[in-house]
């Protein structure tokens, strides 16, 4: 049968260089908001989490930016590895709900 | 923070079938799990809400007598793929709610490849 499920944006950097993926949401009371990494044939895993009173957070090479003005939320990797080609998806939480983003596809050209 | 493991991680199976896929929290309990379907390239697509004690809440298009859930226990939720036909092969995850957790925080089981001939 076809295969349903919304395709996944792409996005294709050259090792070395620094990759920003976008997430737009759409709650404006969501208090926290978490982006995850999938790599191909796994569970999602959590890298960063950011609540809705700050802007930035720095992890390593990792860096999440909030906008709430425009409800945007940002995922900087410095310094991008091979290792760092996977699906990238955020999540907003209010309360008890719980949303995904559709998520982008990262590949690193070595 | 909190694990979640999957079982089996991978099953093929015959056309016409039925296979089960346990989620378990290992250090937590979860009152509430979910489980997920992927196609490759796919998006995370919702299937049902798995509520201890309850019965599961499905997402408009999934049927609930095809995916059977049950959420016995604090710690463990099945998903039993009934009479399975090679369109139900997918990519199934779940994730366990932390009851305790600060901000409601969705732990994601490793999958499970399920391959229908």
């Known amino acids: 049968g076809e295969s349903v499920g919304l395709h996944l944006p792409t996005l294709s950097v050259q090792e070395g260089d620094n990759s920003i993926i976008n997430c737009a949401y759409s709650?404006?009371?969501?208090?926290?908001f978490i982006w995850y990494k999938q790599e191909s044939g796994k569970g999602p895993q959590f890298i960063i989490d950011?609540?809705?009173?700050?802007d930035k957070r720095q992890g390593q090479r990792v860096t999440v930016l909030l906008n709430k003005t425009v409800k945007h939320l940002s995922l900087q990797i410095a310094a991008t590895q091979p290792g760092d080609s996977a699906v990238y998806f955020c999540a907003e939480i209010f309360g008890n709900q719980f949303y995904f983003g559709t998520g982008t596809s990262l590949t690193v050209i070595p | 923070g909190a694990v979640v493991s999957q079982h089996p991680s991978r099953v093929i199976c015959k056309s016409g079938t039925s296979v089960k896929i346990e989620c378990r929290s290992l250090?937590?309990?979860?009152?509430?799990m979910f489980w997920y379907r992927q196609f490759p390239k796919k998006s995370l697509m919702l299937m049902a809400t798995s509520n201890e004690g309850s019965k599961a809440t499905y997402e408009q298009g999934v049927e609930k007598d095809k995916f059977l859930i049950n959420h016995a226990s604090l710690t463990l939720s099945t998903l039993t793929v009934t009479s399975a036909h090679p369109e139900d092969s997918s990519f199934y995850i779940c994730?366990?709610?932390?009851?305790?957790?600060?901000?409601?925080?969705?732990?994601f089981g490793p999958g499970t490849r399920l391959t229908v001939l």
């Open positions: 250090d937590f309990q979860a009152t509430t």
């Open positions: 994730s366990a709610r932390d009851p305790w957790g600060t901000y409601n925080e969705q732990f």
């Open positions: 709650n404006s009371a969501s208090d926290y």
């Open positions: 950011i609540r809705s009173n700050m």
